[in-house]
């Protein structure tokens, strides 16, 4: 039988042995394989420009879901909640979303306005930000994040710019900085075919179905509502018209 000393002793061990999470070692290059990174510095050295770019695909997504529970050891229950949360936030069902991290060094970087330097392309088609963090409009010395949103319909035919691609590309133009503009234009490409993923079912996607739902039918809502009007109009103006004509026949 254990004596007190010895048992403390093993409590203690295995309090502070590293568990290593099985979890967190598949999604850690799950998260990694959809983010591209590239630094540049002009032929002076008078400034330097890191950019890394993240594509929240379907399976980044997913990967971030679990690697948030894990770390914070959440419930079933919290994680949907972060789920719903994170996709009512990411707006997956009308935009393609894009985390940007940048980080100047020495002399600062103006890229106002940034939506005129970032491009996003599918096949041939290029598609300029709906949306994005209005941030990257300032002077830029050390770190500057926040996300670029780019349509999911092409606003043209309707279609969902993704379907049936076999990739996406985010193209930075080299005239957003001095060190950028030594170097060119910066591309990245993504690879659609290994994005297995897909986003659809469980509490979160159930909610937010709800929520387009209800905004559905709050559209359809003031829609009749102005078409009663219409009617309304359209029977008064037919029961003057009829009036009239009564008044001019009895004459």
Known sequence: M????????LVLLFLFVPVICPAAEKVDPILSQWSHETEVTDKEGDQSVKVKATYYS???VEALVIAEAEKNLWTADEMENYKYTLL???NLAECIPFHIDIYVRGLPMYAGPFDRHITMMVGRKKYQPIDYDKRFNFKILGPRDGMVYFPRYDPKT???VLEGARDVRLVFDSSISVAMSSRGDVTWVWDLT???????GGKAANRLEVDRLLKRNQKLNADREEL???????DKE??????????LQSE
């Open 88 to 90: 009512k936030n990411l």
């Open 228 to 234: 009663r009007k219409q009617l309304e109009a359209l």
């Open 2 to 9: 254990l004596n007190h000393k010895l048992l403390a002793s």
């Open 158 to 160: 309707g279609k969902e």
């Open 58 to 60: 379907n399976e980044y």
């Open 238 to 247: 037919a029961a003057e018209v009829n009036s009239r004509i009564d008044e």
């Open 194 to 200: 290994k994005d297995r993923a897909k986003i659809g």
